[in-house]
């Protein structure tokens, strides 16, 4: 994720933000909370929407126990515990990363309750946990090689476990499925799903118009932006065209919504910001376009290019992914070429 902001967002919460572990009201039967991330970004938000007598909640945080710990806390305090009067009445997922699906399947057995969620996150979210090759490893280790990683690399990521599985718990075997531009109803509130691509493969976002409130999941964020990668599984895809098309259903809603994003903090200006990202990326793309003129790069020659460094082995996975995105999206573009030596070594050629 990088940090881009450049226009000027209204931050309604700026002086009241939840600690983590903790919640506060943000819109009427809308509560933001706040859980723990062990990584750089350090936190997520996720959220409480009152349904009825009782409780939605909308993306879960990781399968660990420190975040288990805190929604127990949570469930007392909303009552959403046996004879509290205030049940979880389903559980809603963005999509199938960790941080939004990690406690998903433990919620629906706890509270006997239903997934919304797309088909797809739901299946991306059970494929990857039932993976015995590991989160797809194998496939993973040949697409690095496929675009220019040094072997020793290609031999520990084969050795890799899954990593899904390790902070996942096992997501439902059932679900309830959400499509593009379906309404329902949430909390006495007609509701509708908005689906992007890009960050994940059928990431859902959720609208009220009513009080005019963007449950944006990941698709769009404030501050940073959201990691778009090319990955193993779908080698010929163009994620980062996925996603900048997908920007544009956003800057169609009202200009003062107000957002709620998975990270940082709620925001209105969503048509601006859904815009900057759009500009970043396109700025991106250009600078890439220009770098290549005459050359011929693999993937991982190329970072350098995107990020002015090389990575170490830790960071290499999502920045590999974030500039293939763009070598794929200027290849669809028609900019750059791809070539395959005899190793069968990909080569984008400007
Ligand atoms: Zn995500």
């Not at 509708?192 to 691509?197: A, E, L, T």
């Amino acid at each position: 994720m990088a940090k881009i902001a450049r226009v000027e967002l209204d931050y309604p919460f700026d002086a009241e933000q939840p600690e983590v572990g903790d919640f506060i009201e943000v819109a009427d039967g809308i509560c933001w909370l706040r859980m723990p991330l062990p990584f750089d970004l350090d936190h997520i938000n996720l959220w409480l929407v009152e349904d009825g007598d009782g409780w939605a909640i909308v993306d879960s945080g990781l399968g660990n126990n420190k975040s288990k710990d805190i929604w127990r806390k949570i469930c007392a305090r909303i009552g959403a515990v046996p004879g509290g009067g205030r049940p979880v009445t389903r559980v809603f997922a963005t999509h199938f990363h960790p941080d939004h699906m990690g406690l998903a399947g433990w919620h629906c057995e706890e509270h006997e309750v239903e997934l919304w969620t797309t088909r797809t996150e739901w299946m991306m979210a059970r494929s990857l946990y039932l993976d015995t090759e590991g989160a797809n490893r194998r496939e993973m280790a040949e697409f690095y090689l496929r675009n220019g990683v040094p072997r020793p690399w290609y031999e520990r990521t084969l050795q890799m476990g899954n990593t899904y599985r390790e902070i996942v718990e096992e997501p439902p075997a059932r679900f309830h499925r959400v499509e593009d531009g379906d309404e329902f109803e949430l909390g006495g509130r007609s509701w509708r799903v908005i689906v992007g691509g890009g960050h994940a493969p059928e990431h859902a976002a959720y609208y009220c118009e009513e009080i005019n409130t963007l449950i944006s999941g990941d698709h769009v964020l404030p501050r940073i932006s959201p990691n778009i990668s090319l990955w193993a599984s779908e080698p010929d895809a163009d994620p980062l065209g996925d996603y900048l098309d997908s920007l544009e259903k956003f800057k169609a809603l009202p200009a003062d919504t107000l957002v709620l994003p998975s990270h940082v903090q709620p925001f209105r200006g969503l048509r601006e910001r859904s815009a900057e990202l759009q500009d970043h990326h396109r700025e991106r793309l250009d600078a890439i376009a220009e770098a290549m003129v005459g050359k011929s790069l693999t993937g991982y020659e190329a970072i350098p290019i995107m990020y002015g460094r090389q990575y170490d082995e830790f960071q290499l996975g999502l920045a590999m992914g974030e500039c293939l995105a763009h070598l794929a999206r200027l290849q669809e573009e028609g900019v750059l070429t791809v070539d395959e030596d005899s190793a069968g070594v990909r080569r984008y050629v400007g």
